[in-house]
């Protein structure tokens, strides 16, 4: 059986009672009013991801929130005492300065309103945390590339993608 509908229904619920965007879209009434926030790695490697997260924004009409997740260098094991974190730190900021660069340069940030939070931690917890934080929109996170050191990451930390979906707080696009 198929059904269709008319785009001027005005029936309770039907699109003309949603808000519209400049564009006149329609806007889903049960979207958070936070930013669009989007999981970046490398500039090189969150092409479409970014790209995608970018179009939502500029659909929505939200802010782009770009989170990069770095891991801890060292595990944290009971007995064990840790490279204290500011003897890391210069490095981190030069690479945080490096994926700005590269962000900026890529062209796929122009004429879009965003931020980039950095912090450190599991990838998905992070992700998380900060979406909840912020209220997100919309939460876009790639799927990793195939290969064993692929394998060997999630095995370890998991799937970044799955546990953002698992989390049913908000709307999460997954692109490949």
């Known amino acids: 059986m198929t059904s269709t509908g008319s785009s001027s229904d005005s029936s309770a619920g039907g699109p003309m009672n ?5 564009h006149r879209l329609p806007i889903p009434p049960d979207l958070a009013a936070g930013p ?6 490398e500039a090189t490697t969150c092409g479409r991801p ?4 970018v179009f939502l924004s500029l659909a929505l009409e939200r802010p782009l929130v770009l989170v ?9 094991i009971e007995g064990y005492v840790p490279v204290p974190e500011e003897s890391v730190m210069g490095e981190q900021v030069d690479a945080d300065e490096h994926l700005v660069a590269s962000l900026r340069g890529s062209q796929d940030l122009a004429g879009i309103t965003w931020e980039l939070v ?12 900060i979406a909840e934080e912020r209220q997100a929109a919309c939460v876009v996170v790639g799927k990793r590339h195939k290969g064993f050191a ?5 095995i370890a930390s ?5 546990a953002m979906v698992a989390a049913h707080k908000w709307p ?5």
């Open 18 to 22: 949603r808000p519209l965007n400049s």
């Open 36 to 41: 669009v926030v989007v999981g970046v790695d």
């Open 68 to 76: 990069h997740v770095r891991r801890r260098s060292m595990p944290v």
């Open 150 to 154: 692929e394998l060997v990451h999630r």
């Open 118 to 129: 950095t912090t450190m931690g599991e990838a998905a917890a992070e992700l998380a945390r």
């Open 172 to 176: 999460v696009l997954v692109v490949p």
């Open 50 to 53: 970014l790209r995608a997260a």
């Open 158 to 162: 998991g799937s970044v993608s799955r």
